[in-house]
């Protein structure tokens, strides 16, 4: 079956330490997003990226780092830089490239990071 | 840019009553709209979207959502909720049409709650 698939579902990090959130998709969409969820703050786009290669940042992208090596990957790196970085993550993908989430965006189970 | 806003964090009801929730958008240009479904601990899944056409939108599960440009909002509407319609609901809003990449802008979420 066509998905995202996120790992781990739970991660715990000590603070200063980097870790590493994979998300993998097998369903050849172009476009992939990491999203960050708080609660009572809804959804914030933290990176996006549009074709392999290529990222840009989104709102809140301080603390983190991408990289798309390969069209079905877009791992995140949550760096001793982010102040807070305890939350639920999501990432997601979509078949448009530069025509943006105009058709249904598929989002993977997340990945609950907490600080410890 | 855009933002969404959902007015209500939190909607309990009876099961089998209706439900409407609410949300206004704001953008100074054309836009696709959307809601999405949340689950405990599980990512997003489209509910229904409204990119052009019928103002007047049906999705799975039972829910309906009319666009309204003048009043800029999207609510969602369901006639008879069950139990199993527990859950975090979240609009969004897309700008595809501004020359360069879209992303999806999400409010903040309401909470359904559905008691016997």
């Known amino acids: 079956d066509g998905g995202i698939t996120q790992s781990p579902k739970y991660l715990f990090r000590k603070e200063g330490q980097n870790v590493t959130l994979s998300c993998e998709q097998n369903?050849?969409?172009?476009?992939m997003y990491w999203y960050r969820q708080d609660p009572g703050q809804g959804l914030r786009l933290i990176y996006y990226?549009?074709?392999?290669?290529?990222?840009q940042k989104g709102d809140i992208a301080e603390g983190y780092s991408v990289s798309r090596e390969k069209k079905e990957s877009f791992p995140l790196t949550v760096t001793s830089a982010q102040k807070n970085p305890t939350a639920f993550y999501l990432c997601?993908?979509?078949?448009?490239?530069?025509?943006?989430?105009?058709?249904?965006?598929?989002f993977g189970q997340g990945t609950r990071l907490t600080v410890v | 840019a855009q933002s969404v806003t959902q007015l209500d964090s939190q909607v309990p009801v009876f099961e089998e009553a209706p439900v409407e929730l609410r949300c206004n958008y704001s953008s100074s240009v054309s836009v696709y709209l959307f809601w999405y479904v949340q689950y405990p601990n599980q990512g997003l899944q489209l509910l229904l979207k409204?990119?052009?056409?019928?103002?007047l939108v049906k999705g799975i599960n039972g829910f309906e959502a009319e666009f309204n440009k003048s009043q800029t909002s999207f609510h969602l509407r369901k006639p008879s909720v069950h139990i199993s319609d527990t859950a975090e609901y979240f609009c969004?809003?897309?700008?595809?049409?501004?020359?360069?990449?879209?992303?999806?802008?999400f409010g903040t979420g309401t909470r359904l709650q559905v008691t016997l």
């Open positions: 369903l050849n969409h172009d476009a």
């Open positions: 997601a993908s979509t078949p448009a490239g530069k025509g943006g989430m105009n058709t249904e965006a598929f």
């Open positions: 990226s549009q074709i392999v290669n290529d990222f």
């Open positions: 409204y990119l052009s056409g019928s103002t």
């Open positions: 969004a809003v897309s700008a595809p049409n501004t020359g360069t990449a879209s992303k999806l802008t």
